[in-house]
């Protein structure tokens, strides 16, 4: 890491890699002493706490700051957080600040790959606006056609995927380019190898976790939290534990700038509506023979359910409302108005009635 510390104002400076409870792994960009000088004795991790001042101004900090480290405790491995420099990027799902890209990881057998699940995970890496490298596991399944068919087919997606094999030792160190001097954020569906792929780029990780786990006072078996591994070209790799079935919140207008081969078609032609949703407008620069097409279709279907129902929380008024179907479906149907066809209560009957007599007597 570069960046170390501001020896003028005395600033000691480090990248926070993992969050549990109010406590915080801080990785320093150097081991320093007294006036600066490098000292070997000095641990490179510390076990933080933040600082009142933090919590009172409600500053988060999240895996992937860059904090300010006051008073450190080298003998005990502790320090205290005092500032968080300004983020570049931050993802709330999962929480992490200054990522530079994402990492999707899929298998091409054994489970096989499925187009609309990867294609759902790619535009919800899209939707970040961060580089997307797409990986496929377990090469040594397939045959080199079947691979080049797949190569193929994603470069007509728009990507270029990167095929390894974790088991054999495959491109791994081809990969290994793309994640240096990088923070990289890892996705992908349960049984694709992350965990195996993450041992393998990342020396001893077990070992570490083991030391984090230690030092928090938590059990091995507690739920896992998003952590930052340190690579050997200077990277930092997320596992994003739970990040297996990303939702699509995105608006309708912006789920088309999601499909790299939609945004080569807008680059070269325009809709003839300004707010064209590219289903059944006419003259369409988007709608066509292009084959995640009825992806988009699918995906515009929820984008359209998510907005209504973002509509609908922000406006108690709304003429619509959300009902439960059969097998856990759900949709939106109109409201009736309010006391509109609320039945008159029988009181309310007679005392009307009371008062109509009286009015005829008087």
């Not at 999240?62 to 904090?67: A, E, K, L, T």
């Not at 005392?351 to 007597?361: K, V, W």
Request: proline fraction near 6%.
């Amino acid at each position: 890491m570069t960046g170390a510390t501001n020896f003028t104002t005395g600033q000691l400076l480090g990248t926070v890699l993992a969050v549990q409870a109010n406590f915080y792994q801080v990785q320093l960009d150097q081991e320093f002493g007294e006036m600066g000088k490098q000292d070997s004795s000095h641990p490179p991790m510390l076990l933080c706490t933040r600082r009142t001042r933090l919590k009172k101004i409600g500053q988060q900090v999240m895996v992937g700051d860059r904090v300010v480290i006051e008073e450190p405790d080298w003998s005990g491995g502790r320090g205290a957080i005092a500032d968080v420099l300004p983020r570049q990027t931050q993802l709330d799902r999962p929480p992490i600040a200054n990522v530079n890209q994402i990492m999707l990881v899929f298998a091409v057998a054994d489970p096989p790959l499925e187009p609309y699940q990867l294609s759902r995970f790619l535009v919800k890496a899209e939707s970040t606006s961060l580089d997307v490298v797409l990986c496929l596991n377990k090469s040594d399944l397939i045959s080199p056609k079947i691979q080049q068919e797949i190569s193929d087919r994603l470069v007509g997606w728009g990507y270029q995927p990167i095929f390894i094999s974790v088991k054999n030792c495959i491109n791994i160190d081809h990969l290994s380019k793309y994640l240096n001097h990088k923070t990289t954020v890892i996705a992908g569906p349960s049984g694709v190898g992350k965990s195996s792929l993450i041992n393998s780029l990342v020396p001893n990780v077990n070992l570490r976790v083991g030391e984090v786990s230690g030092k928090l006072a938590r059990g091995r078996h507690t739920t896992r939290h998003v952590e930052l591994f340190e690579l050997p070209s200077q990277g930092l790799l997320a596992d994003t534990p739970g990040f297996n079935q990303p939702d699509l919140d995105c608006t309708p207008e912006e789920l088309v700038y999601y499909f790299p081969e939609a945004r080569a078609r807008l680059a070269v032609a325009s809709c003839r509506f300004s707010d064209c949703l590219h289903r059944e407008e006419p003259d369409c620069a988007v709608r066509g023979d292009w084959e995640r097409y009825p992806h988009y279709l699918q995906f515009l279907d929820e984008a359209i359910a998510y907005q209504t129902q973002r509509n609908q929380q922000a406006d108690p008024e709304s003429n619509l409302k959300l009902k439960t179907k059969g097998k856990g479906q759900t949709q939106y149907e109109p409201k009736l108005e309010s006391k509109k066809y609320r039945r008159v209560s029988r009181k309310t009957q007679l005392q009307a009635l009371q008062d109509l007599y009286q009015d005829s007597e008087e």
